[in-house]
């Protein structure tokens, strides 16, 4: 059909175009996964050093059994925060595309 009525190349060229813009959301996307698994990474680590100063300096003071639980905790932080915010961005991800079939409901 595109090419019965010779518009292959303004198909061609608008096909371009929109295929940039998706690579271009998708470049942002990345690059904002990336900025929050550093500063998830940053505030992470920043509590396992806290925690692990914090069973240096009361390990004759508390039981050694619930110093080592803590850490261990402690350590599964970084893939908890990731798995929060993808879990996140998921179900902020299903409501739009429930939003947009709702406006596609409606046009006339």
Sequence with gaps: MI????????FHS???TLLNKNNLAQ??????WSWYAIRMDLISTLFIATSSF?????R???DPVLLGL?????LTLPNLC??????????ERQM???QRLLSLRDIP
């Design 3 to 10: 090419r019965a009525f010779g518009k292959s190349e303004e």
């Design 14 to 16: 608008h096909n371009l």
């Design 27 to 32: 470049q942002i996307n990345m690059g904002v």
């Design 54 to 58: 914090f069973c240096v300096f009361y």
């Design 60 to 62: 004759n003071k508390t």
């Design 70 to 74: 803590m850490i261990q905790y402690s």
């Design 82 to 91: 990731i798995y929060i915010l993808y879990q996140i961005g998921e179900i």
């Design 96 to 98: 739009i595309s429930a």
